[in-house]
């Protein structure tokens, strides 16, 4: 069974902090890594994708990927409260499929 | 605008009925997915088709049938064999190019009643 494990939270984190959310995969033939935010009766909408190891800045984001440890982490800085959301990681499988772990629910507290 | 849509919006089910969610694309994507979301847990793959006239089931297919007649139209029944349906449904496309993830529609919320 291919799991996407997350750090399950709830992570609480005053406004202007830095945010870590952290993933771990176990399908080593995954490629490609998603982080979405689903706000509370949303859909999920993607922030972040990344495919190759290291980091991958897009604004306040930044994506870690470590194949080698099958690790995927999200950093927010500077945390708004509009980041209050629950957090979920992906991972690809065959077909396209995405595994999507349990989500981590982050607060940011004004 | 291009997008994905669910309807209805909400949906309350009797016991031992059949209800068919509706997923709609206008992105010319080929592959779609149905997944399963219950509270406080993360999305489980139903069913999902990569081409018109096939369909492949996933994880928890059981108590749940398809079709893809067109493509863009995937269409979800949920049957009286599926025991405990109250949850937050969500279809899902993607292009060719996995880099750009899936798009999600709106989301259908199911409640038995």
């Known amino acids: 069974q291919k799991e996407v494990e997350q750090n399950s939270g709830p992570l609480s984190v005053p406004e202007g902090a830095i945010a870590s959310l952290n993933c771990t995969y176990s399908d080593r033939g995954s490629q490609s890594f998603f982080w979405y935010r689903q706000y509370s009766g949303k859909s999920p909408e993607l922030i972040m994708s990344?495919?190759?190891?290291g980091d991958k800045e897009d604004g306040r984001f930044t994506a870690q990927l470590n194949k080698a440890s099958q690790y995927v982490s999200l950093l927010i800085r500077d945390s708004q409260p509009s980041d209050s959301a629950t957090y979920l990681c992906a991972a690809s499988g065959s077909a396209r499929q995405l595994t999507f772990g349990s989500g981590t629910q982050l607060t940011v507290l004004p | 605008d291009g997008g994905i849509t669910q309807s209805p919006k909400y949906l309350f089910r009797k016991e031992g009925q059949n209800v068919t969610l509706s997923c709609e694309q206008n992105?010319?994507?080929?592959?779609m997915y149905w997944y399963r979301q219950d509270p406080g847990q993360g999305l489980r793959l139903i069913y999902y088709s990569q081409i018109v006239n096939d369909f492949q089931k996933g994880d928890i297919a059981e108590g749940y049938s398809v079709s893809r007649e067109k493509k863009e139209s995937f269409p979800l029944t949920v049957t009286s064999a599926q025991k405990n349906p109250t949850a937050f449904y969500l279809c899902?496309?993607?292009?060719?190019?996995?880099?750009?993830?899936?798009?999600f529609g709106s989301g259908t919320r199911l409640t038995v009643v």
């Open positions: 990344i495919y190759s190891n």
């Open positions: 992105l010319n994507h080929d592959a």
């Open positions: 899902a496309s993607i292009s060719s190019d996995i880099y750009y993830g899936y798009t």
